[in-house]
């Protein structure tokens, strides 16, 4: 019997440095961008310190709340929108992307942004959603916060600060981020 080749979700990782990261991969629009706006936060480890390896996935609508539908989402040719974007953190933990405000993709949905989490210790990546701000009727009608236990809410909306919005990611520990799951089961 041959043994097959470990793949990379099953090994000690992580590989993300040298393969994911592209060129552009934080400015979904440039920063010069009428709109432009920066997402921007740290990912800590349970014990609460920053996590220096992670790759961050930043998927969004438009200002609009259309979900683009772009050939080539890592182009970056000054003007398509793809609602894609990937960075690697930094030496301390910290990633920022230079995007939109996303609107609402459906009116009984509130606007958001998607990220994805890859990061040394996960077998599987971290899905989570960053929601903008919002009156209380808003999160009881969205389909997804509505579920989340009210307590645990506040790990999913991102801070307004001078440049756009702060979203940080906990791994692990008592404020740990809701993480989410797509698929199937």
Do not use: K
């Amino acid at each position: 019997m041959s043994m097959l080749a470990p793949t990379p979700g099953q090994t000690v990782g992580p590989f993300f440095g040298y393969a994911l990261p592209f060129v552009g991969g934080a400015e979904l629009v440039p920063a010069g961008h009428p709109q432009a706006i920066r997402l921007h936060g740290t990912v800590f480890d349970g014990a609460g310190l920053p996590v220096p390896d992670a790759l961050i996935e930043l998927w969004q609508a438009d200002e609009n709340g259309q979900v683009p539908q772009a050939e080539g989402s890592r182009a970056r040719d000054g003007w398509t929108f793809t609602g894609f974007g990937r960075t690697p953190v930094d030496d301390t933990g910290r990633y920022s992307f230079t995007t939109l405000r996303p609107g609402p993709a459906d009116p009984h949905r509130a606007p958001f942004f998607l990220l994805t989490v890859f990061a040394r210790g996960l077998l599987h990546r971290l899905f989570t959603r960053a929601y903008l701000p919002m009156d209380n009727d808003a999160v009881t009608a969205d389909p997804l916060l509505s579920t989340v236990p009210e307590e645990r809410r506040s790990t999913l909306f991102v801070r307004p600060d001078e440049h756009g919005f702060v979203f940080d990611i906990r791994l692990q520990g008592p404020e740990e981020t809701v993480f989410v799951e797509y698929g199937v089961h």
